[in-house]
């Protein structure tokens, strides 16, 4: 694995993980969350392939 490819496989899931949590907190609303966690694991996808 490529140094991209690493720092895509840590940053996305803390990116997940940042999102649930500020739903949790009620600062996000959930279609914001799940709009988050979707378009960051595709972005990721998306990289991670083409590297």
């Known amino acids: ?3 991209a490819q ?3 496989v840590m940053a996305t899931p803390l ?9 949790r907190m009620g600062v996000l609303r959930l279609s914001g969350a ?3 966690v979707t378009v960051s694991v ?6 991670f392939l083409t590297q």
Do not use: K
């Open 1 to 3: 694995m490529t140094d």
């Open 6 to 8: 690493v720092g895509l």
């Open 15 to 23: 990116i997940v993980i940042f999102a649930v949590m500020l739903h």
């Open 34 to 36: 799940i709009a988050a």
């Open 42 to 47: 595709a972005i990721a996808l998306t990289l």
